[in-house]
């Protein structure tokens, strides 16, 4: 069965960058979209970047557009989302999600593969 495995959260300060990696393996590895998703406590998972599978088009939630990058290494089977000028709002779960149907939006339903997740902690 195929897995996706999220790295490269962390604790930062506000103002740093961070970049995150999804290693998919196996089915999830072919999907044709791919998605960041955030959850923050207390509130509901969100979409906030989707690539699809050549890369060729990207689609962002539009509280992150402009410091939020999500780009897609097909060689490698990796999703990154970059994130730039980090605040504390950006600090949360995120989770990495892919789907078999093409679609620019985050309707959790389409996405059949989800990983683990890798924490965000901005500070101040």
């Known amino acids: 069965q195929g897995q996706l495995v999220e790295s490269g959260g962390g604790s930062v300060q506000a103002g740093g960058s961070l970049r995150l990696s999804c290693a998919a393996s196996?089915?999830?590895?072919?999907?044709?979209?791919m998605a960041w998703f955030r959850q923050v406590p207390g509130k509901e998972r969100e979409g906030v970047a989707g690539?699809?599978?050549?890369?060729?088009?990207?689609y962002y939630a539009d509280s992150v557009k402009g410091r939020y990058t999500i780009s897609r290494d097909r060689v490698k089977n990796i999703v990154y989302l970059q994130i730039t000028a980090l605040k504390p709002e950006d600090t949360g779960m995120y989770y990495c999600?892919?789907?078999?149907?093409?679609?620019?939006?985050?309707?959790?339903?389409?996405?059949?593969?989800w990983g683990q997740g890798t924490q965000v902690t901005v500070s101040s």
């Open positions: 196996r089915d999830p590895a072919s999907s044709v979209t």
């Open positions: 690539i699809n599978v050549g890369g060729s088009w990207t």
């Open positions: 999600a892919a789907a078999s149907v093409p679609t620019t939006g985050f309707r959790e339903a389409l996405f059949e593969y």
